[in-house]
C-alpha cells in the first residue's frame, strides 16, 4: 500500500486540487506545455482539442480505476491489525499505479506524435533550457551543502507526503520518520544523472523526428518505447540495481511510517482515501461542456 505515491493517482495532492484541475484541466495541461514547448500559433487550434479530449476521456475511463486502487489501499490500512503490511506489499501496490498510466500512455501517444511531427528547431532549443533550468532547480534543492543538508531536504519532502496522508506528527515520531529516511541510500545524484540521460534521449529523438518526418505509426511507435523505459525502470543490470535497492528501501521506509502512526492518524488517511475516491467517482460522470470559455481565457 504505497500511501505515499497514491497522489499521482488522482494527478494532483488534494481533493480541492483535482476538481480544479479537471475544471480547468484544458487550460492547465496547455500552459504546462507551452512552458516547456512554447506553443506556436498554428499548433494551439488542434493542440488544444486534442487536450481537451483526452482529459474527458481520462475523467470517465480512468477515474473509476484510480478511486478502485484507493478503496484497496483504504481495506489495506484497515486490515493492518490482522494482516500488517510489509515492504512486498508496497512494491506489489507500486506496480499496479504504476500500471494504471498504461492506458493514458496508449490513448495519448497519437496526440503526442502529432505534436513531435510539429514541433520546430526553435522549440527543442526551448525545451533544452526547460530541461536546465528544472536540473538547475533539483540540484538547487537536492544537492546542495553536505550529506547532512541533503538528508534534511529529502526527509522534508517524505515528511510532506507523509503529512498530507495521515496529518501532523508529534516530534518523535517525525525523529523516526527522519530515520527512515536517513536509512535509504543517497541516490539524489544518481536520480540527477538518470534524468538527464532521460531528457538528452528525447531530445535526440525529437530531433531525429523533425529532421526525418516519420511517418505517423513509426513516431507512435518510437514514443512508446521511450515511454515505456521510464516506466519500466533501467534495463543495463548496474542501474538495476541501484533503482532496485532504491524501491525496496523507500518501501521499507513506508511500512515504518505506517507502523508508526496511531489510530486517528490512520482515521485521518482512510478519510483522505475516502475524499479522493468520492471525487474521483463524481468526476468520472459527463459533465457539461465548458472547455470552450476556458480556452479563451489562455489567448
Known amino acids: ?41 498554428e499548433q494551439k487550434p488542434w493542440l488544444r482539442d486534442d487536450i481537451d479530449a483526452l482529459l474527458a476521456w481520462h475523467r470517465q475511463s480512468q477515474l473509476p480505476d484510480y478511486a478502485r486502487l484507493l478503496r484497496l489501499a483504504q481495506q489495506q490500512l484497515g486490515s493492518q491489525a490482522s494482516s500488517p503490511i510489509d515492504a512486498a506489499v508496497v512494491l506489489a501496490d507500486l506496480e499496479l499505479i504504476r500500471r494504471s498510466a498504461d492506458p493514458l500512455l496508449e490513448r495519448a501517444l497519437p496526440m503526442l506524435a502529432d505534436l513531435a511531427l510539429s514541433l520546430q528547431e526553435r522549440q527543442l532549443q526551448h525545451l533544452a533550457h526547460k530541461f536546465d533550468d528544472k536540473n538547475a532547480d533539483y540540484r538547487k534543492k537536492y544537492l546542495r551543502g553536505e550529506a547532512r543538508q541533503r538528508q534534511q ?12 496522508w495521515f496529518g501532523s506528527f508529534s516530534r518523535e515520531q517525525q525523529k523516526q520518520i527522519r530515520a527512515a529516511s536517513d536509512a535509504r541510500p543517497p541516490t539524489q545524484q544518481w536520480w540527477l544523472e538518470q534524468r538527464i540521460a532521460h531528457q538528452q534521449a528525447m531530445l535526440a529523438m525529437l530531433e531525429t ?3 526525418d518526418k516519420p511517418a505517423r505509426e513509426l513516431v507512435v511507435a518510437r514514443l512508446r518505447q521511450y515511454a515505456r523505459a521510464q516506466l519500466d525502470g533501467p534495463a543495463d543490470a548496474r542501474q538495476k540495481a541501484i533503482y532496485d535497492a532504491y524501491s525496496m528501501a523507500t518501501a521499507q521506509m513506508t511500512v515504518s511510517i505506517v507502523k508508526l ?13 475516502q475524499d479522493l475516491i468520492d471525487d474521483c467517482t463524481s468526476l468520472s460522470k459527463p459533465a457539461p461542456v465548458v472547455r470552450a470559455v476556458l480556452f479563451d481565457t489562455a489567448q
Not at 493517482?9 to 512554447?38: E, R
Not at 502512526?261 to 482512510?270: E, I
Request: aromatic fraction near 10%; glycine fraction near 6%.
Open 153 to 164: 531536504a529529502v526527509y522534508e519532502h517524505v515528511l510532506e507526503q507523509a503529512e498530507f
Open 261 to 273: 502512526t496511531t489510530a486517528a492518524q490512520k482515521a485521518h488517511a482512510v478519510q483522505r482515501m
Open 209 to 211: 523526428i523533425r529532421r
Open 1 to 41: 500500500m504505497c500511501l505515499l505515491m497514491l497522489p499521482l493517482l488522482c494527478l494532483l495532492a488534494s481533493c480541492n486540487a483535482i476538481k480544479i484541475g479537471y475544471d480547468h484541466g484544458g487550460t492547465i495541461a496547455y500552459w504546462w506545455l507551452d512552458s516547456y514547448i512554447d506553443i506556436g500559433r
